[in-house]
C-alpha cells in the first residue's frame, strides 16, 4: 500500500549526502556497465545541440547587429541575451528531452543497481529482458512528464517574447529548469517501484526547497561541457537516494546497508 501522507522535510546537509552519494554512484564500477549507453546517447545528442544552437545563434546575433542603427546598439545586446537565454533553454529542453527519453530504459536500470548499493533492496522485475519488456509503460510515464512540463514552458516562452515583462524571464527559466530536473531524476525510483506520478509529486512538492535546490545544481551542472555528459547518471543516483530518504522518513522501508547512507 502506498502512504500518500505528507512526506518528511529532507534538509539541506542530508541533499549535499544525496548528491555526493549520486556522483560517487556512477563513477563507481558497479554502475559503470549502466552508464554507458546513456552517455554515448548524450554525446550524440548534446553534439548536434550544439552544432544547431551555435549556427541559428550566430545568424540572429548577426541580423540583429544589422538591423539596430549604431546609437541603439545597446538594445541590440539586450534583445540577444534575452532571446540567448530563451533559444539556450528551449532548445537543449528539446535535444535533452529526445536523449533522456531514447535513455529513460537504461536510466532506469541505473536507478534500480543504485537502489539496490544503497538500501540492500531491490525493484522486482528489473532485469534487462523484463525492463525492455516494459518499455512501453516507461517511454508512457516519459511522456506524461513531458506533457506535466509542457503548458509551463508554454508559459515561459510567452512571457519570454512580452516587452518588459520578458525581463524576468531568464530567472523563470531557470527555475522552471530546476523543477523540472527535480522531478526529471527523482521519478526514475518511483516509476521503478509503479508508484503514481501523483504521488511522485506529492512527496516532492512537502520537499519544494530542497527539491529546487537539486534541479538547480543539475542544471548548472548540465550547462557545463564535458561534466555534462556524467551529471545525468549521476543526477539519476541522486534522484534515486533522494527517494529513498523520503520513504524512510517517512516510515515505508528501511535501510539494509545502514552503511551506504
Not at 540572429?60 to 537565454?85: C, H, S, W
Not at 533559444?87 to 537543449?92: E, K
Not at 529548469?177 to 503514481?196: E, L, R, T, V
Request: proline share 5%; aromatic share 12%; charged share 15%.
Amino acid at each position: 500500500m502506498i502512504k500518500t501522507s505528507p512526506a518528511p522535510q529532507i534538509t539541506l546537509p542530508e541533499l549535499i549526502n544525496c548528491l555526493k552519494a549520486g556522483l560517487l554512484l556512477a563513477i563507481s564500477k558497479e554502475c559503470r556497465t549502466y552508464i554507458i549507453i546513456p552517455i554515448i546517447v548524450n554525446i550524440i545528442i548534446l553534439s548536434v545541440a550544439g552544432y544547431v544552437l551555435f549556427s541559428y545563434m550566430s545568424a540572429a546575433v548577426y541580423y540583429l547587429f544589422d538591423m539596430f542603427p549604431e546609437f541603439l546598439l545597446f538594445l541590440a545586446y539586450i534583445v540577444i541575451f534575452l532571446l540567448g537565454t530563451t533559444i539556450v533553454f528551449a532548445g537543449f529542453y528539446i535535444f535533452s528531452t529526445v536523449a533522456t527519453i531514447i535513455a529513460s530504459p537504461f536510466y532506469g536500470l541505473l536507478a534500480d543497481k543504485a537502489e539496490l548499493i544503497l538500501s540492500g533492496k531491490s525493484s522486482d522485475d528489473m532485469s534487462f529482458a523484463e525492463i525492455m519488456k516494459d518499455v512501453p509503460r516507461i517511454l508512457a510515464r516519459e511522456m506524461r512528464k513531458q506533457m506535466y512540463f509542457l503548458p509551463r514552458l508554454l508559459g515561459c516562452l510567452i512571457i519570454s517574447v512580452i516587452p518588459g515583462v520578458n525581463i524576468v524571464s531568464p530567472v523563470l527559466w531557470f527555475l522552471l529548469a530546476a523543477f523540472m530536473g527535480s522531478i526529471q531524476y527523482c521519478d526514475y525510483a518511483y516509476d521503478n517501484h509503479k508508484i503514481p506520478f501523483a504521488v511522485m509529486k506529492q512527496d516532492l512538492s512537502y520537499n519544494l526547497l530542497t527539491n529546487l535546490s537539486f534541479g538547480g545544481i543539475v542544471s548548472v551542472c548540465i550547462s557545463i561541457p564535458l561534466l555534462n555528459l556524467i551529471v545525468p547518471p549521476a543526477a539519476v543516483c541522486a534522484g534515486t537516494k533522494i527517494y529513498l530518504e523520503i520513504q524512510k522518513k517517512k516510515g515505508i522501508l528501511e535501510f539494509e546497508n545502514s552503511d551506504k547512507q
